[in-house]
């Protein structure tokens, strides 16, 4: 994975090459941005770049052993810990990466590494409501690998890819791994929920922040799969700067779940400012019925809605990304957000969304949402 063939981020990926060029390679370094913007290809090309001996032009070479070893994901010097699971796991399994570390390099080379956690999951057939971990176990396996020597190259470097998945022995095992770091051995840690960690992990730890893919070269990549230039602005515009739901939307795929979301964020807007709060707690049932990824899209979306709304409501409906039902609704919605309750609702969405990240108990956390953003919401009235 060259530099190259990272899709945008030329300014961030011009940074990282005069780090690396400049000898400033910082020991422990924290990756941070939602999948869809690149994250994970993003640390690798750094991987490749910094192992490469024959870089070049900016970048590294593509053509040397070291390069094509990490193109296949198998360089003696480059490990990775993704969190893993099993479904029937038997008493005392112990169920770490390298168990599949074979499934991990296929969902890569069919996504170029861009993929999501759920993705993943459904790789390794977890169902709906199993989760990956990273164990105590995995840290003692880095430990064990990483205090050999290096094989061939100058470094040895090690991509954990979703830390926030730790569980508390495994973290404050990587973090006295991170407190006394071996010579020439480099930590990426690529997350997308980087809050989760532990704050003494954080501040050890070079933060690397991976920011949306802009809407220009978004659009490029659509018009370049046969999209005309409106419908590939369009794409560009709603896929909030994530290649993942670009993708989506070029397939069609997130017209449901659009459509959903949709559904269920303008039910709990009328119940709210019509003051229903016991069908509030039906919606909650309903809530809780959805996948944990279904969720989580449902907060995405209503994010987006509340922005929207927030932008008509100060008169910039010209920079609007709605139409259709969504442009009706928020466009009738909009009275009732503004600067006395929009941050207090976003607020509340992140609460929510990290309660159920931390395996809050769905019933229980959507049903104080909904009363909660009731409230809020009547607050204009």
Known sequence: MKFSDIIGHDDLKRRLRQQIDAGRVSHAQLFTGLAGYGTLPLALAYVQYLFCPNRHDGDSCGEC????????????DLHFVF?????EKKSGEVVVSD?????????????????????????????????GLITAKESEEIIRKLQFKSYSSEY???????????NQEAANKILKILEEPWEKTLFILVSERPEL?????????????????????????????GKSPAEALNMARLAGGSLLELGELMRGESDEMRHQCFELFTRLMRLSYNDKHLELFEWADDMTALTREGQRQFFLHSVRLLRESYMLHAGLGKISYL???EAQFCSKFAPYIGNQNIEALIAEIERAMLQIAQNGAPRIVFTHFA?????????LQ
Not at 65 to 76: D, F, G, T, W
Not at 83 to 87: A, E, G, M, Q, S
Not at 198 to 216: F, M
Not at 371 to 379: D, F, P, Q
Request: hydrophobic residues 45%; glycine residues 2%; contains cysteine.
């Open 371 to 379: 009363l909660a953003v009731s409230k809020m919401i009547n607050r």
């Open 83 to 87: 969190p893993v699971n099993k479904r």
């Open 156 to 166: 040895k470097a090690m991509i954990i890819w979703l830390p926030e998945a730790m």
């Open 197 to 225: 960690l532990l704050s003494t992990i954080i501040s050890r730890t070079q933060e690397v922040s991976v920011p949306r893919i802009d809407v220009a070269t978004l659009q490029e990549v659509a018009t370049a799969e």
């Open 99 to 131: 168990l599949f570390i074979e499934k991990w390099r296929e969902i890569w080379h069919e996504k170029r590494g861009v993929f999501s956690a759920e993705e993943w999951y459904e790789r390794l057939d977890l169902g709906k409501t199993m989760k």
């Open 323 to 325: 139409w259709g039902e």
């Open 65 to 76: 052993p070291s390069c094509r070893q990490i193109e296949a994901l198998a360089h003696p």
